[in-house]
């Protein structure tokens, strides 16, 4: 595991990319290649992006996601940030999950969420409250994978956290136990139906705009037409002689 210095949006992603085509760069010169797909290996847990957001004031003084009059330490700004993202997650997956691959890595009891929920201190939810001091208040936003394109992944969960703000979108009940066994909206299972999803979503085209949406949504129906003409190993080794 490896840990970006915390940054503005922007820089913040800046150094992910960057990190991914040094870390390529090195392993190339010893002989070795990087691989940054969101599961490489059907037996192991799936490599992930997780995203940690804190909201400070214009000062940097002040976390706004923490409350010390709350019993929870939460803000309502926090609430409500959480509330946004739990409510549009299911559509705007294709988003964060960009490739065919990326869906292999949601699998239930592998630390990667399956559904569109929330908890503190929870690695089996989609979003993780850590919430020990005013300072270190904030999301791990765990549904980003490694094979995300950071600068997508990263404004398009804080674009979907402020719409809550704005909107006050309160968030379901926090997840208190194992996040793959209780009622949660599930997220998509696949490519195909997560760029259905986004295709339909009034919400993301208000707060991503209708050129945007439109263009990353046709880039993945390519992608999903690529792989439905393609012809995998595994069916060549389960139907080659079967059938």
Known sequence: ESAVLYDDLERAADKSALF????????????????????WNPKLPGCSGHVHQSLWDSKGTQNRFHDPAASDGMSMALRHYVGGQIALMPELTALYWPTINSYKRSVENTWAPTTASWGRENRTCAIRIIADSPKSTRVEYRQLGADMNPFIGMAVSLAAGLWGIENEV?????????????????LPRNLRDAVALLQRSERAREILGEGFVDHYVRTREWEVRQYERAVTNWELERYFELV
């Not at 309160?170 to 599930?186: D, I, L």
């Open 170 to 186: 309160e968030p379901p009940p926090p997840c208190e136990g194992n996040a793959y066994s209780v009622p949660a909206a599930p």
């Open 20 to 39: 991914k085509t040094v870390v390529k760069e090195v392993c190339a010169r010893h002989g070795l290649t990087a691989c940054f797909m969101a599961k």
